[in-house]
């Protein structure tokens, strides 16, 4: 018999955030926004409890099946980064944008949107009410520049809470200008400084940096704790196996799945 614990869901103000969203027409859905997959709202505990709150970017086609975000492979990097501080449940991880991205270009012009800003500050300010969040970390330059909208308006106005910025999750794509030791050592810089911070994470760890490329142990599968109940464990510790699905022209509504 399978026993995993799954995620049961939002509770609190966090319900009301999933059942009050903005749809396609606040996303301009025709100007990068990939809206038929519909809204993808968080990963971690949306209770009230979590101590570390992640912002990313946008929900991939492999989040779109799990309906948690940072559920591939960019989720499993995360998930040893957030391992490393001592984070085994108390996270919350939201992203910048409610629904995936199609095209940059069009899209990321939209980060502050009066509609899409307002609907995700009311997510960080429910993370932050508590008073239970130590620090707060940001992957890629629009999870920043969300953070930032959120300290200048009403919503975030007077937190007071410690903000690493730490490169994109998967900035290393084969042919751009970052390499995987350049990732790796932004990583490490942020670890150092998060780690400073942190007074009551789930377990104490000696801080271990990154070396010169991710082991198996910094690429943990996605807790099923995480995820909604009945996902298959392949789903939690599998790259690539949503893809973008061909033929040309039905990228921004149709994926393809290969069951390992």
């Not at 101590?51 to 975000?69: C, K, N, S, W």
């Amino acid at each position: 018999m399978i026993t995993d614990p799954f995620d049961t869901g939002p509770t609190g103000v966090f319900r009301t955030l999933c059942r009050i969203y903005p749809d396609d027409t606040v996303f301009r859905g025709a100007d990068g926004f990939r809206s038929l997959w519909g809204p993808i709202f968080y990963r971690g505990r949306a209770n009230g409890t979590a101590r570390l709150l992640v912002i990313g970017q946008d929900p991939a086609q492999t989040e779109a099946f799990t309906r948690r975000i940072l559920s591939g492979q960019a989720g499993r990097r995360v998930q040893g980064f957030v391992e490393k501080l001592g984070f085994t449940k108390s996270y919350l991880m939201v992203n910048a944008f409610l629904y995936g991205i199609y095209h940059q270009g069009m899209a990321l012009p939209h980060l502050n949107d009066p509609g899409i800003q307002a609907y995700r500050d009311r997510w960080l300010r429910a993370a932050l009410a508590p008073g239970r969040i130590e620090a707060v970390v940001t992957f890629g330059t629009p999870a920043f520049h969300a953070w930032q909208a959120f300290t200048q308006s009403p919503e975030g106005a007077g937190v007071d809470v410690f903000q690493q910025r730490a490169l994109h999750p998967t900035a290393d794509k084969e042919g751009g200008p970052i390499t995987r030791q350049d990732l790796l050592d932004n990583w490490n810089v942020a670890l150092g400084r998060l780690h400073a911070q942190i007074r009551d994470p789930d377990e104490q760890r000696p801080l271990v940096p990154y070396g010169d490329d991710f082991t198996r142990a910094e690429l943990p599968e996605i807790p099923s704790r995480d995820l909604p109940m009945g996902l298959q464990p392949w789903m939690r510790s599998t790259d690539f196996w949503a893809t973008l699905a061909s033929p040309p022209g039905t990228e921004r509504a149709n994926i393809s799945v290969e069951v390992p």
